[in-house]
């Protein structure tokens, strides 16, 4: 069925509300003030309380709409339908105040927080790159015939694809080298491209073959989870306020995808880190949720006379944040293996009243039981990094409860065409 309708604005999951009869209809593909016609989703039951569909002719354009740089991912009346970036049809500043009026909205209706519209930063060279060639990471899936391929929404439907438009430069340059787009797999497998952004060269000036070159053996290919080329460890650098941290990263381990966001998040969440301690000569300082170490080893070598308590699940990211920290000889932190609510039932003593507690969860969030943890330490900051705003509103409205305020709140638009964002809270003990 398809229906004229009148969008009026912003939702979750890069979509737009609209009306029909008095229904709800959830939107892809659209923008607020937008006339447009919608194909619905199939099955459209009559009692469901609403609808969702797409947009399929645009009949008064906003003034944000641009022709999606990558006609794959835009609506599948075009051609489109592959996914990863259902924001393609917005332009760049567009994206941001959409992004921004979500998490201001979730902030003030879940978080139960009573703020200004939220800023949201563009990452370095976003601008230049058009919101594309940011992803270090990408994943594919072989298709039936074992090339690389994208999954279409709605179907089974496997889409080849000879580039991904997302992907940084220089994970494009590796792909080229070793011809991944024309390349056979074992149909149904699924190949992990990530290749460490090169940090001192310029890359959207270089040709593929210098920018392979540049990039060497640091990258890796990975064919259902095993190393069919490159290495296994990737070496990462993250340049600070004029200083080079150096990470390990497992080849398959989490780390922040676009190739600007460890060291956007890390300068800031530093600053915000520097403020609560400033004066205080030695602190303890939770990083809860720390991966590979992005936040614990700058602050246990920037904070060297403080002590660092991180805390992860996965054993693999602990034994590569350990070996981080042991290679910049960074001895007054500790990564403790584990799930976050199981580990802080038995702090040791030592490090059991954290100055600074720094967050950094999956998308679910912390969780109330987190929190409340948190909360009873006394810690003075909790700076809290966030990959969902509705995740982040919910523990807002926790911490809120359990005696904090909201103190700075910034997004960063580290996933650009997409509507994902990520943000960052710091709360301080007291109220206002
Ligand atoms: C968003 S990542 C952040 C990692 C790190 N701060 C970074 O930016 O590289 C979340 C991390 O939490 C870990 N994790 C997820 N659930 C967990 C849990 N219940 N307990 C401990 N760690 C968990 C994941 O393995 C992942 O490394």
Known sequence: MQAEVRVERYADQGRCVAHIDGRV???RFALPGERVVVQLDEPYDRDERFWTGEVVQILEASDDRVEP???LAGPLSTGGGVGGADLVHVALPGQIRWKSAVITDQMRRMGHVDI????VARLEEDDEERGLHW?????????ETGHVSMRRRASHEHVRVSTMPLASRAL???ADRFDLWNHEYEPGSIIRVAVPEPRDVHTSRMTYKALAQEVGGNYAIEVDGHVRSGEKRLKEAVDVDGRRYPFGVDAGGFWQVHRAAPAALLKYVMREVSEALSGTRSAVIWDLFCGSGLFTLPLAQTFSHSHVYGVEGSRTAVRGAERNLHVVKADNAQ???GDVARVLRNVPDDFSKP?????????????SGVCRQIADTGASTVVYI?????SLARDTATLTSLGYSLKAIQGFDIYPMTHHVETVATFVRGRD
Request: glycine residues 2%; contains cysteine.
């Open 135 to 143: 992803r270090t990471r990408i994943e594919l899936v072989a298709d």
């Open 355 to 367: 100055d600074v507690v720094v967050l950094d969860p999956p998308r679910a969030g912390a969780k």
């Open 172 to 174: 494009l340059a590796v």
């Open 335 to 337: 990564v403790v293996q």
């Open 386 to 390: 966030a990959c969902d705003s509705t």
């Open 116 to 119: 200004p519209d939220v800023r």
């Open 69 to 71: 740089a990558w006609r």
């Open 25 to 27: 209809v959830f939107v």
